[in-house]
C-alpha cells in the first residue's frame, strides 16, 4: 500500500473534485474512483522516488516532533530553506517523512 500522503497536495485535491464530480454525474462509479486514487497514490510516489533528484537544506528551531507508525513529523519555527541560489524564509512549517524504502508488503505493488 502506498502513502497517501500526496493526496492533500493541489494535484492530489484536483483529482479528487474532478472525481467526486464524474461520481455525481453518474459517469463513474465510486468504485473506479477509489482504484484511480490508488493508483495515483503508486503513481506519485514512485515518482518523486525515481525522478526528483533536487537537494534543499534547511536550519531552523525545532518545536516539536513526534514518531508514530513508523512515520516522523517535525514541526519547525523560523525556518531557512536554501538552494544553490535560492534561499526562502518562512516562520513555520510541518514537515511529515515516511519510510520511501519497499517493505515486503510494497514490493510486489
Known amino acids: 500500500m502506498a502513502y497517501q500522503l500526496y493526496r492533500n497536495t493541489t494535484l492530489g485535491n ?3 473534485e474532478s472525481l467526486d464530480e464524474l461520481i455525481q454525474s453518474q459517469q463513474i462509479t465510486p468504485q473506479l474512483a477509489l482504484q ?3 493508483q495515483f497514490d503508486k503513481a506519485i510516489n514512485a515518482a518523486l522516488a ?5 537537494r534543499v537544506n534547511f536550519r531552523g528551531s525545532l518545536n ?4 508514530c507508525d513508523n512515520v516522523w513529523t517535525f ?4 525556518v531557512e530553506f536554501r538552494e544553490v541560489t535560492e534561499l526562502v524564509k518562512v516562520d513555520k512549517v510541518k514537515i511529515v517523512a515516511c519510510d520511501g524504502k519497499n517493505t515486503g508488503s510494497n514490493a510486489a505493488e
Open 50 to 54: 525515481q525522478r526528483v533528484r533536487n
Open 14 to 16: 484536483s483529482l479528487q
Open 36 to 38: 484511480v486514487l490508488l
Open 64 to 67: 516539536t516532533y513526534r514518531f
Open 75 to 78: 514541526v519547525l519555527n523560523d
